[in-house]
Antibody
Framework: QVQLQESGPGLVKPSETLSLDCFVS????????WAWIRQPPGKGLEWIGY???????NYNPSLKSRVTVSLDTSKSQFSLKLNSATTADTAVYYC???????????WGRGTLVTVSS | DIVLTQSPATLSLSPGERATLSCRAS??????LAWYQQKPGQAPRLLIY???YRATDTPPRFSGSGSGTDFTLTISSLQLEDFAVYYC???????????FGQGTKVEIK
């Protein structure tokens, strides 16, 4: 079955870059949008962005200047980089694969990233 | 940017009752609207896509309707496992940003 697993540091210092990877197994890389979503503690979901197999990206306008989502098909993984992190970026970060016909998706379990000195 | 506004923020109902959740977009998203359910400590689960199509394994008591700017998720008869937070999300490609609504919590009355 399709599985996604987030990995990366759980603690990031302010002004540094928050970097996460998501390893994908059991899915065809070419038929999904590969996305990142986050959820600050006790709050709602926030869309970060996606990358498609063709390399097209779609970012949250409020984060666009700081975000890069990229895909490495050789490693079956995609990545998130969020520059100039602040305490407001503290959240559970989820990676997800959304079928390109929108009929289904698969999510990782989420990983908590805390931005603190 | 397109803003999704969900109402009410909280819905207090008893098992067996009907739940009606609203999602309003600040401009048209055609039918590119999804509904998710999230329980504490879990990743969101897709219920409805393209406004009215049930995802695999979504029970038939869940139905979605609407197009353009006004959408509704209906749960015909609430089961105990349905008490959760529900989010709508737009998936139209322009303008960029597949934003979520702020969520509606369905709680036991």
């Amino acid at each position: 079955q399709v599985q996604l697993q987030e990995s990366g540091p759980g603690l990031v210092k302010p002004s540094e870059t928050l970097s996460l990877d998501c390893f994908v197994s059991g899915a065809s890389i070419s038929t999904y949008y590969w996305a990142w979503i986050r959820q600050p503690p006790g709050k709602g979901l926030e869309w970060i962005g996606y990358v498609s197999f063709s390399g097209s990206t779609n970012y949250n306008p409020s984060l666009k200047s700081r975000v890069t989502v990229s895909l490495d098909t050789s490693k079956s993984q995609f990545s998130l980089k969020l520059n100039s992190a602040t305490t407001a970026d503290t959240a559970v970060y989820y990676c997800a694969g959304i079928r390109d016909d929108f009929a289904g998706d698969h999510w990782g379990r989420g990983t908590l990233v805390t931005v603190s000195s | 940017d397109i803003v999704l506004t969900q109402s009410p923020a909280t819905l207090s109902l008893s098992p067996g009752e009907r739940a009606t959740l609203s999602c309003r977009a600040s401009q048209s998203v055609d039918n590119y609207l999804a509904w998710y359910q999230q329980k504490p400590g879990q990743a969101p689960r897709l219920l409805i896509y393209d406004a009215s199509y049930r995802a695999t394994d979504t029970p038939p008591r869940f139905s979605g309707s609407g197009s353009g700017t006004d959408f509704t998720l209906t749960i015909s008869s609430l089961q105990l496992e349905d008490f959760a937070v529900y989010y709508c999300q737009r998936r139209s490609h322009w303008p960029p940003g597949w934003t979520f609504g702020q969520g509606t919590k369905v709680e036991i009355k």
